[in-house]
């Protein structure tokens, strides 16, 4: 989860259960995600670099140090979700590129099978 209470955003351990609220970025953060073994939460920071936070659940909620894996402000950022996930073994991320080229059109076709049809028809008669 992350919050914003006062100064910049910071993430957060979510959900927040028995003893309140843990922050667990320092100066920022954005994106978090959990480790698909829960030992770990990921995270943006206000540097744009994916941290690696380990985590221990099992005797209430600590956290390790943080540790910078590598730069992401080549990659695609999206105000309204997270633009990354995990592989299902924890190993690696994926990430949308930024090409750096126009963005690709998308054309919407209304009534296309009208236009299918009648193709197809003006196809028949051309060759009787």
């Known amino acids: 989860m992350i919050g914003q209470t006062l100064g ?3 993430v957060q351990a979510f ?14 953060g954005r994106y978090p ?37 590598f730069r992401t402000d080549s990659y695609n950022d999206s105000a309204n979700s997270r633009p990354y996930d995990i592989s299902r073994d924890g190993k690696r991320f994926v990430f949308p590129k930024t090409s750096g080229e126009a963005r690709p059109t998308i ?7 009208q236009e299918v049809v009648a193709k197809v028809n003006a196809q028949q008669k051309a060759t009787r």
């Open 33 to 69: 995600l959990w480790s698909p073994d829960g030992r770990e939460l990921f995270y943006v920071n206000a540097a744009s670099k994916l941290v690696a936070v380990p985590v221990d659940t099992h005797s209430g909620f600590a956290t390790g140090v943080p540790v910078e894996l």
């Open 107 to 113: 054309n919407v076709v209304t009534n296309w099978l």
């Open 8 to 10: 910049p955003y910071r």
């Open 15 to 28: 959900p927040d259960t028995e003893s309140g609220r843990w922050q667990v970025s320092s100066s920022g």
